[in-house]
């Protein structure tokens, strides 16, 4: 089992930028995509960004497309997620997640560990 940690959340002006952190720890050599997912309030839990560990082939929801950018290091077993031009829209709980099934999935169904989640809210 891989052991996720987020961090970075906040409250933010729209327009503004933040960047999320996840760390993993455990068995992270099982692990073959991190993604984040995201949840508003009353809605269900959404896609977000998915990254490859190997190679880190990357993939976006429409909605963040161009706005955010996923990245990792490898080295550090870290996985963030750099938030731009933030809309009222982007408030949710933002939770990372990790695969040891897949390699790349945009199905929240396919990743079998998850950290605590961080919340971000966007005022305008």
């Known amino acids: 089992q891989v052991q996720l940690v987020e961090s970075g959340g906040g409250l933010v002006q729209a327009g503004a930028s933040l960047r999320l952190s996840c760390a993993a720890s455990?068995?992270?050599?099982?692990?073959?995509?991190m993604a984040w997912f995201r949840q508003a309030p009353g809605k269900e839990r959404e896609f977000v960004a998915h990254?490859?560990?190997?190679?880190?082939?990357?993939y976006y929801a429409d909605s963040v497309k161009g706005r955010f950018t996923i990245s990792r290091d490898n080295a550090k077993n870290t996985v963030d997620l750099q938030m731009n031009s933030l809309k009222p829209e982007d408030t949710a709980v933002y939770y990372c997640?990790?695969?040891?099934?897949?390699?790349?999935?945009?199905?929240?169904?396919?990743?079998?560990?998850w950290g605590q989640g961080t919340q971000v809210t966007v005022s305008t």
């Open positions: 990254i490859i560990w190997t190679g880190g082939r990357t």
């Open positions: 997640a990790s695969s040891s099934r897949i390699y790349g999935s945009e199905s929240q169904n396919d990743f079998d560990s």
């Open positions: 455990g068995r992270t050599f099982n692990s073959h995509t």
